[in-house]
T-cell receptor, first 113, second 113 residues
Framework: NAGVTQTPKFRILKIGQSMTLQCAQD?????MYWYRQDPGMGLKLIYY???????DKGEVPNGYNVSRSTTEDFPLRLELAAPSQTSVYFC????????????FGPGTRLLVL | TQLLEQSPQFLSIQEGENLTVYCNSS?????LQWYRQEPGEGPVLLVT?????EVKKLKRLTFQFGDARKDSSLHITAAQPGDTGLYLC?????????????FGKGTLLTVNP
């Protein structure tokens, strides 16, 4: 199994540009998540999904959108990039059960100039 | 909003020393997880503690969940350079929302040879 994969690994955007961060998992997990990690700030939940067709906002959803058309894929869309969105973005999927394990992808480093 | 405070934020020690990092909250969690994150990678789960007072050992790492399930500690014995990384604690709120974790800001550990 490849686990959780993310593309691209690194991207530079200009203010106002749009892009989609791709995330895929091959473990058949229903739960998937998008986090952002800023220096010294831990992980902040952007959006999450409990299954195909179901998504919900996390702690910091403004400026982002998601979709979940399949169990495997959970893309994150930035519509109008702003410098405040400069961060490292992690996608994760989770096993079922009360104490499920979250598996993280390698991250996408985004720089907005 | 449930918050997790981790201390210390930074820790630099010599190989062979012992250390303890802490994860504290005013809220009760149904379970607490510890992750380790190495530079350029996503977090990887180390352990999940569920019962108040529970102690789990993973080789030289000892994890404890507080009796009231509001705090946790990670103790490393005879630290090695390979233990270097960002240690994150994450709490599950319980009820129907166990799939949504709250992350602390992390403790950045450097073990010098």
């Amino acid at each position: 199994n490849a686990g959780v994969t993310q593309t691209p690994k690194f991207r530079i955007l200009k203010i106002g540009q749009s892009m989609t961060l791709q995330c895929a998992q091959d473990m058949n997990h229903n739960y998937m998540y998008w986090y952002r990690q800023d220096p010294g700030m831990g992980l902040k939940l952007i959006y999450y999904s409990v299954g195909a067709g179901i998504t919900d906002k996390g702690e910091v959803p403004n400026g982002y959108n998601v979709s979940r058309s399949t169990t495997e894929d959970f893309p994150l869309r930035l519509e109008l990039a702003a410098p405040s969105q400069t961060s490292v973005y992690f996608c994760a999927s989770r096993t079922s059960g009360l104490q499920g394990t979250q598996y993280f992808g390698p991250g996408t480093r985004l720089l907005v100039l | 909003t449930q918050l997790l405070e981790q201390s210390p934020q930074f820790l630099s020690i010599q190989e062979g020393e012992n250390l303890t990092v802490y994860c504290n909250s005013s809220s009760v969690f149904s379970s607490l997880q510890w992750y380790r994150q190495e530079p350029g990678e996503g977090p990887v789960l180390l352990v999940t503690v569920v019962t108040g007072g529970e102690v789990k050992k993973l080789k030289r790492l000892t994890f404890q969940f507080g009796d009231a399930r509001k705090d946790s500690s990670l103790h490393i014995t005879a630290a090695q350079p390979g233990d270097t990384g960002l240690y994150l604690c994450a709490g599950a709120p319980g009820g129907g929302s166990n799939y949504k974790l709250t992350f602390g800001k992390g403790t950045l550990l450097t073990v010098n040879p």
